[in-house]
């Protein structure tokens, strides 16, 4: 276990240091800030939604290593799936993180995602790991008011 625990470790040091699709959008078709007061993480969230699918995803801002992992993590894993199955996959991921599901048993479902269920035996830290996801939540819904952990 503390191996894969490394390995988890080493995937979120990764994307916090070349976050993946760490760009603005110029034909996102909705952008959504989101914000964690309790951590001072911000980020601008872009998705170019075609139809029921996300055909890209990218986000820009600033904050901890847990919140860009997860931003970066996110937007790479949600890159050509449906609306319903971004809705469902953030689900299983906030059940994960806040500790309401075994994350052992939900490794299938969340791939890489994953390498932040250790975020649940840290609870301060679940609001960076799930600003993204409430993020793309508050877009999916058609929200326009920015989005605020607190
Ligand atoms: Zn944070």
Partial sequence: M????????????????????????TDATQTMEGF????????????KSEGERLAELAFQGSGCAI???SASL????LKGKTKAEAEKLFQIFHD??????????????????SALAGVAEFPARVKCASL?????HAALEG??????TE
């Fill in 67 to 69: 919140s860009k992992a």
């Fill in 74 to 77: 996110m937007t790479s894993t």
């Fill in 132 to 136: 993204a996801w409430h993020t793309l």
């Fill in 96 to 113: 994960v993180v806040t500790g309401k599901k075994d994350a052992a048993a939900s490794t299938d479902a969340l791939g890489k995602l």
């Fill in 36 to 47: 964690n007061p309790l951590c001072g993480d911000r980020l601008t969230l872009y998705i």
């Fill in 143 to 148: 929200q326009k008011d920015p989005v605020s």
């Fill in 2 to 25: 503390s191996d894969l625990r490394d390995l988890y470790q080493e995937l979120i040091l990764d994307h916090n240091k070349n976050p993946r699709n760490f760009k603005k959008l």
